[in-house]
């Protein structure tokens, strides 16, 4: 069964990037059958899409995020990574990497990033 | 981006209830929509993919149905451990999108 654990700081200063990685166990992230994927949750709000990758590095970014996020993979360590640049207090939210195989089956614990100086 | 409007919002209901979520596509996704459980601090849990096909050691009481623009997620007999908040996924096309969420709870 596949594991997925976010780590990264959790505090980041405005205007800064925000990095997170996901680390993969219980499988490869080299694996044909999964997408792996970002998704956030701003506190006491909704689930939002922030961007999916495939192993071989294609990448699929929300639209509305798009100018700022990158999403990329490091087979080596089984690990994918998010970065989002010049951050506001509006990208505070608990962030999720998910596995995509028949949509997101599995997540990790997901990681509470706060924007502030 | 294809918009996901849940309905309702919220909605109380007592143990050994039958409830019903909506979830409204703006266009047509086939049956490429999935169903989440989440209770509080924690990620959320697949419940139903495909519109209708249950996800492993989920209970049966969780069932889903629709295709095209409308769909529904019916839980038959509220257990105590249903109190959450749900939410409607498309995977039909890029962006994915999430419904704003159906919270349920204890009336």
């Known amino acids: 069964q596949l594991q997925l654990q976010e780590s990264g700081p959790g505090l980041v200063k405005p205007s800064e990037t925000l990095s997170l990685t996901c680390t993969v166990s219980?499988?490869?992230?080299?694996?044909?059958?999964?997408?792996w994927g970002w998704i956030r949750q701003p506190p006491g709000k909704g689930l939002e899409w922030i961007g999916s990758?495939?192993?071989?590095?294609?990448?699929y970014y929300n639209p509305s995020l798009k100018s700022r996020v990158t999403i990329s993979v490091d087979t080596s360590k089984n690990q994918f990574s998010l970065k989002l640049s010049s951050v506001t207090a509006a990208d505070t939210a608990v962030y999720y990497c998910?596995?995509?195989?028949?949509?997101?089956?599995?997540w990790g614990q997901g990681t509470l990033v706060t924007v502030s100086s | 981006a294809i918009q996901m409007t849940q309905s309702p919002s919220s909605l109380s209901a007592s143990v050994g209830d039958r409830v019903t979520i909506t979830c409204r596509a703006s266009q047509g996704i086939r049956n490429d929509l999935g169903w989440y459980q989440q209770k509080p601090g924690k990620a959320p849990k697949l419940l139903i993919y495909a519109a209708s096909s249950l996800q492993s050691g989920v209970p049966s009481r969780f069932s889903g149905s629709g295709s095209g623009t409308d769909f529904t997620l019916t839980i038959s007999s509220l257990q105590p451990e249903d109190f959450a908040t749900y939410y409607c996924l498309q995977d039909y096309n890029y962006p994915q999108t999430f419904g704003q969420g159906t919270k349920v709870e204890i009336k």
């Open positions: 998910a596995s995509d195989s028949t949509l997101f089956d599995y």
């Open positions: 219980g499988g490869s992230i080299s694996s044909s059958s999964y997408y």
């Open positions: 990758i495939y192993y071989s590095g294609s990448t």
